[in-house]
């Protein structure tokens, strides 16, 4: 970039009024980088030429082969309108559903955005969603229906039918903000409501809901899009025109007479002129008028593109002239008509003033940033903002002001962590020979333990010493995304960095001087760091350019964080600040693969660069599992791609070797089928006796472990003292739906749960978090209703696996009550006592069993455990019979020591401390510590329980859109049906001649999906999928042949497909597991019968 014009934008930063922060954002294809290009191009960054062709916002290499953005990036544009100048910084965002945390990270740091339609394809589940987002964040949108030369070239739309076919789209993106606005205004009255009825000092008025009361009272005029309002504008990105309806008022107001303000109102909307009497009226549907849109705006368009078209030199030249435009001879000669349409409507209707026009005129600059906002943000998880420190409350001041005097608290919130090549940095950028000269002073120590320790290890292994300085040039460098909240960025500027699970509270707990403490001998504060900022950049799309300062409102970049922040954090002057609330992705990540290098030797290169992945993107996920491979979990396939691109080009630099993809399966159990495999009803057949014999095989339970009707198992402790009582039901769907909503929730009872049993009652429950907790066990108490559930809720012990999943166990037994709602009945009798410190244990076992069952070693879903029983009688008789022992011991070597009763009391500590004293005690026989043992048989009771029910496998399922014209809907259904995908919907896009297709398809089955669909329907459909929900296989993996139907219908060996059975073996094979599989026995030659004869 030019000096000067740095100069300019660091004028431009300090005018906080006159700053837009925006991003585009649209479904995938919907031309978001094309506009992107257009205003770039006008701030003379890249040539109008190339504007839509180069694709600048795209810098990486997949992102240009592919043709689709992949990560969202900044760039900061100089526009001028009138007196006023602006500074916009752009993020051009990605489509795909498998980069939607690119956008959460993009819409944190946005005061506005620019949703792009495709005026084909319309509104689209993207679309949908990223509605949603902006939402969710509070920032306020505009609309720009693109692509509007399909409608005349693709479709062959007359003006008339283009107009119908707008209005359609308008609606449809209107009636969905319609149902986010009416959801939002009926949270807040809900809340409203219950904080009148929770505080009864407040007004006590209607009893009766009126929902709709809060609906008819909030202004919402604002909120939809209309061309009239200016929030709309129709374009072509990839022919360089748009415009909005003011563009072409103001024309017309000079040309025929009529006020602009007029003009204004009537343009969209179902009005007609009366060119005669220069009169606008109503109604031009009844009078089989055209509607001013059509007459005044869309025919001259039409006109246009067709006399381009047809290549009608004399209509071109008529109409150039007409406008006043100039064409250059180069391009009025061109033979391409494109060429000749993007030059003269990019004078006629200039894209970039269209666009850049309403942004500034419509969208809120940094200072207009809303209480609501400001409050959403400071408070974290169930926080309400009242019940913040009062000098946190008082940064909301500083928030609202966006100051930039000497005393505002600095504060910014990176919302991402980007790679860049160190070599890209504007100080590394002169002569890569004297590099070191410009290292910054860090990097040039680092340097020197670098050759230092390298030089240590040469001696060890290496022969070949590699060119150190080579390594160095190569290094990422990591780039904090960021916005300035408030005060001033300064380079060198000390900050305190706060974690996403930082809180003042904590901080005023420990640090006695509170937030008036010194801040460089601070002690210890969990999620805190204090740093300086190394260096500030200016974003500028491929580029970067050093800044010394930031001013308020501002995005931009931040070098020298990697060590404090992993992915995003909140950074202040002040320790008061609260970290701001996490993003919302809405991607789940699911796709996962184990990675190795191909040499072992670089296996350290791998776990480095896995970190580095992990710190460059928002959403990927990145573990070692048990079995210490190194596991990769992206949203989807197209972002496993990129991931593993990045693992083998940027930050390991080395060949790996990948998994075919891990499928994650649950495992759960069902109520008995009333039919068998034939639709026979179960029970009515007589069953055949050998073939049955391998189903009871399957079910075997070992002996001395007791079986009843019901499937109640009764076990033993291997040293026969403690004896356990299980059963397994299913759960009602919705229940599991409940647990799995409500896992946040669940997470934080059981720490509420867990410090209230250590005793430190340090965490105040919230009265808001207790109404939650309440009306959780509601919604379960509503639907575990009958005789089977009665009482169950009260009786929740704990959720698993890792104590919040979708599974329960409940506990009946009625010498030790325990319930998640209460914590542990306050019996102060020895017996309670110790079933309360063993009740750990058998806590622990349920834990296990649910994470990893028994059909192939998955976590459980949807199952509830009870423990009806738990007999401690006879290990209580020897327990107080070897303490008694002990306690004579004890008492004759301590002289005058005390009575039994004090270590009865505390029987179980007491244990303990002489099990680690000692080395033996009655809790350890020659079977190990009881705890051990009442893990290891709980979860060996609950693995049991699930056996002798029908166990089944469930299968994570996507939803999957897809996009298709009729001609080619036979092969898309073709390929669902292959790939077991069910579809759900069909419905046909008004207008067009497009289908929209709903369907869901197991993850498992859903590897080239795209691909095929795109190859088979020649590139015309593309899917989007999105992780959905788990779903039950239907068919039974350990099913054999039982009834003679069944045998004649699948002969003996039944060695037809079973779906389940073969995703069970396939997940056993993967785990080194055994799998029982079907060996040909006795092949039969195989005849036709035909020729036979
Ligand atoms: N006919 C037509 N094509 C367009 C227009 N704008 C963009 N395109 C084409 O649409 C395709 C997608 O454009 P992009 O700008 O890459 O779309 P995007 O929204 O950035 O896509 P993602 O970033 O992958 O979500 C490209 O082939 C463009 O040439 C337009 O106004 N008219
Ligand atoms: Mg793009």
């Known amino acids: 970039m030019v000096l000067n014009s740095l100069d300019k934008m660091i004028h431009l930063q300090k005018n906080t009024a006159n700053i837009r922060n925006i991003c585009v954002l649209a479904h995938v294809d919907h031309g978001k980088t094309t506009l992107t290009d257009c205003l770039i191009s006008s701030s003379g960054i890249i040539s109008s030429r190339l504007a839509g062709k180069l694709r600048y916002m795209d810098s990486r290499e997949d992102e240009q082969i592919r043709g689709i953005t992949m990560k969202s990036s900044a760039i900061s544009l100089h526009y001028a309108t009138g007196n006023e100048e602006y500074l916009i910084n752009l993020i051009d965002s990605p489509g795909h559903v498998d980069f939607s945390s690119e956008v959460s990270t993009a819409v944190r740091v946005c005061d506005g955005c620019i949703i792009v339609v495709d005026a084909v394809e319309g509104v689209c589940p993207q679309t949908q969603a990223v509605l949603r987002q902006a939402w969710l964040e509070n920032i306020r949108p505009v609309l720009v229906i693109n692509k509007i030369d399909r409608l005349i070239v693709e479709l062959k739309f007359t003006p008339q039918e283009a107009y119908s076919h707008l209005k359609n789209i308008l609606e449809q993106i209107n009636a969905l903000t319609g149902t986010l606005f009416t959801s939002k205004v009926l949270e807040e009255r809900a809340e409203r409501e219950t904080e009148s009825q929770v505080n009864p000092h407040s007004e006590q008025g209607e009893q009766v809901y009126d929902w709709s009361t809060g609906l008819e009272d909030t202004d919402d005029s604002q909120l939809y899009f209309s061309p009239e309002q200016g929030n709309v504008v129709f374009t072509s990105a990839i022919d360089g025109w748009g415009f909005g309806i003011e563009h072409f008022a103001r024309i017309y107001s000079q040309k025929i007479g009529i006020k602009k303000e007029v003009l204004m109102k009537t343009l969209w909307g179902d009005y007609y002129i009366n060119m005669k009497a220069k009169k606008i009226m109503k109604g031009d549907q009844a009078k089989g008028k055209k509607p001013l849109f059509v007459q005044l705006i869309l025919e001259n368009i039409w006109s246009l593109y067709d006399a381009v078209l047809k290549k009608d030199k004399d209509k071109i030249d008529k109409i150039v002239t007409s406008l006043g435009l100039k064409i250059g001879a180069r391009e009025a000669r061109h033979s391409d008509p494109k060429v000749q349409i993007n030059a003269i409507c990019s004078q006629w209707l200039p894209i970039s003033h269209a666009v850049l026009a309403m942004v500034c005129q419509k969208l809120p600059s940094p200072l207009d940033i809303t209480a609501e906002r400001v409050e959403r943000l400071m408070c974290t998880g169930s926080q309400t903002f009242d019940s913040l420190p009062p000098e946190t409350q008082a940064l909301k001041a500083a928030f609202m002001k966006c100051g930039s005097e000497e005393t505002a608290p600095v504060i910014i919130f ?432 349920f834990q296990l069993a649910t994470l990893s069952g028994p059909m192939c070693e998955e976590p459980l879903m949807g199952v509830c455990f009870i423990l009806e029983k738990w007999d401690l009688s006879k290990f209580e008789e020897q327990g107080a019979s070897d303490l008694a022992k002990e306690g004579q011991e004890e008492n004759e070597t301590c002289s005058g020591g005390n009575e039994n009763q004090e270590l009865q009391d505390g029987c179980s500590e007491a244990f303990e401390k002489r099990t680690s004293q000692k080395g033996e005690s009655p809790l350890t026989d020659c079977y190990g510590p009881i705890s051990g043992q009442l893990i290891a048989t709980m979860k060996e009771a609950c693995r049991y329980a699930l056996q002798v029910k029908p166990q089944r496998l469930m299968a994570a399922m996507y939803t999957c859109d897809i996009m298709a014209t009729g001609d080619v809907l036979g092969r898309v259904y073709a390929v669902l049906s292959k790939r077991e995908g069910r579809v759900l919907q069909e419905e046909m896009k008004e207008g067009t001649d497009m289908f929209i297709i709903k369907a869901v398809l197991p993850v498992a089955e859903s590897f080239g999906f795209a691909d095929e669909i795109r190859k088979r329907t020649s590139g015309l459909a593309s899917p989007q999928l999105v992780f959905s929900h788990w779903e039950i296989i239907p068919s039974d993996p350990f099913w054999v042949p039982t009834t003679e139907e069944e045998y004649l219908h699948f002969g003996e060996k039944a060695d037809s497909e079973n779906q389940a059975r073969k995703y069970m073996n396939a997940v056993r094979k993967r785990k080194g597991l055994y799998v029982e599989e079907k060996i040909v026995e006795h092949a039969e030659k195989q005849r036709t019968l035909s020729k036979n004869k």
């Open 414 to 845: 990176v919302s991402k962590m980007f790679a860049v090549d160190a070599k890209a940095l504007p100080q590394n950028k002169p002569s890569s020979t004297d590099a070191l000269a410009f290292l910054p002073l860090e990097a040039f120590l680092a340097l020197i333990i670098f050759l230092f320790l390298a030089d240590e290890e040469q001696q060890v292994e290496s022969m070949t010493p590699k060119p150190v300085l080579q390594e160095e040039d190569n290094q990422e460098s990591f780039i904090a995304f960021a916005r300035v909240f408030s005060g001033v960025a300064r380079r060198g500027k000390k900050i305190f960095v706060l974690g996403p699970k930082y809180s003042p509270l904590e901080f005023l707990r420990r640090v006695p001087l509170g937030f008036s403490a010194p801040p460089d001998d601070l002690p210890p504060v969990p999620h805190m760091a204090y740093c300086a900022l190394e260096n500030l950049y200016l974003l500028m799309g491929r580029e970067l350019e050093y800044l010394e300062e930031v001013p308020p409102g501002n995005v931009l970049g931040i070098g020298g964080l990697q060590d404090f922040v992993l992915k995003s954090a909140t950074l202040c002057s002040l320790p008061s600040c609260p970290p701001f609330i996490p993003l919302n992705f809405e991607a789940t990540p699911i796709v996962r693969v184990a990675v190795e290098p191909k040499h072992p030797s670089e296996m350290p290169q791998l776990v480095k660069g896995m970190k580095l992945l992990n710190q460059a993107d928002p959403c990927v996920q990145i573990l070692i599992q048990e079995t210490g491979e190194h596991v990769l979990v992206t949203a989807g396939e197209v972002h496993l791609q990129r991931c593993l691109d990045d693992l083998k080009e940027r930050f390991a630099k080395i060949h790996i070797s990948v998994s075919e993809p891990i499928i994650p399966f649950r495992e759960t159990i069902t109520k008995p089928p009333k039919v068998d495999m034939v639709n026979e009803e179960i029970g009515k057949q007589q069953k055949v006796a050998v073939i049955h014999q391998m189903k009871e095989d399957q079910n075997k339970i070992p002996e001395g472990i007791q079986v009843d009707s019901v499937g109640l198992i009764t076990i033993t402790t291997p040293n026969k003292l403690a004896t356990l009582s299980v059963r397994a039901m299913p759960l009602p769907e919705e229940v599991t739906q409940i647990l799995e909503e409500n896992s946040d929730l669940i997470r934080s009872m059981e720490q509420l749960t867990s410090s209230l049993n250590e005793g430190e009652n340090t965490q105040v429950i919230h009265q808001k978090t207790q109404e939650k907790i309440w009306e959780f066990k509601g919604k379960l108490e509503q639907h575990l209703t009958g005789r089977r559930w009665r009482n169950i809720v009260d009786q929740i012990w704990s959720f698993g696996p890792r104590k919040c999943g979708p599974n329960i166990l409940v506990n009946k037994s009625e010498d030790f009550q325990n319930s998640i709602w209460t914590g542990p009945a306050a019996k102060a009798s020895k017996e309670a006592s110790r079933y309360r410190d063993l009740g750990n244990s058998i806590v622990s076992g």
